[in-house]
DNA sequence: TATAAATAGGATAAGTTTATCCGAATTAAA
DNA sequence: TTTAATTCGGATAAACTTATCCTATTTATA
């Protein structure tokens, strides 16, 4: 469904989002520890998530990974896919086909709309709030 | 969603039902040519599909590629998927916890749910012979 | 039985994603 | 102003997916 990089950086955001509530930046290396990923790897999808600016960062000593506190609630599941992903998972055809559309459509094009209709109503309706509030509940896990 | 394997699988049965609708077997470099696909690649997979007797094949001179006509019906996309991407689809978790259930659950797992559930249905009610009727109408297309 | 037309399958290459490493740039604090 | 803690970013490697090529095997027909 989503690529490796987009499941870290779905977790990864959780994570900050969770600190950021308390005013504490955190490092790749944290991250990396709490939801079970190469650490350099996820650096690099930090990277792309601050140019993309869904997340901040603050460069040198006590610096790291941050979300200003009141964004965490706008910030939702589908930007960080947006970011790193792109939209493909929006616009891509179902069997690959360049050109499908309603007038060119592929053999399972009104099927899959249902499915992707019904994923991006939730990328785009579910909050990073809402997902950090489930961990710190203990109600949802970030690794193991 | 699914690998270019995938995609071109279930295009490949869905010429391949077509041409055996009508009694004649089909070879890899024709399927590629009506599917846009590497030949030689889609070979492989009609292999795959036949070694999980999803379709059959006979080998020598006209041989080729085939479904028995009584099947075509009853043949799922959820058939194809599985034996070319397996059920990762199905089971993976969505952020790729290796243990993601309602007892330790990732933070998607219940808004991923709905979504699987739907796409679930989907493959598992959309035949073979749904799809061939309507390249064979002319209201879908393999390529392009 | 010889031939030609097929699929089967191994070896390998090319491309993409995932992962690691290291040095440069930045910045707070001593 | 020096130091230490950081992010940034380029280079590279490893792993996986996609794609190609070549030979062996099978089989209907002449």
């Known amino acids: 469904m989503f690529s490796k990089a987009c499941e870290y950086g779905i977790k990864a955001c959780i994570f900050i989002a969770i600190n950021s509530y308390e005013g ?22 930090l990277q792309a998530l601050v140019r993309q600016r869904v997340i901040d960062s603050v460069k040198g000593a006590y610096g790291g990974f941050e979300v200003s506190k009141n964004e965490i609630q706008h910030i939702k599941l589908a930007q960080i896919v947006k970011a790193i992903d792109g939209d493909r998972i ?16 592929c053999p399972v094009h009104d099927k899959f709309k249902g499915v992707r209709d019904e994923l991006k109503q939730m990328l785009e309706n579910t909050s990073l709030e809402e997902l950090a509030l489930n961990i710190k509940s203990g109600s949802a896990f970030l690794k193991l």
Do not use: Q
């Not at 891509?92 to 360049?98: I, K, S, T």
């Open 24 to 45: 504490k930046r955190v490092s790749p290396k944290e991250i990396a520890e709490e939801i079970n990923s190469p650490h350099a790897f996820t650096a690099k999808i």
């Open 90 to 105: 929006y616009n891509g055809c179902g069997l690959g086909l360049e050109k499908c559309d309603e007038k060119h459509p």
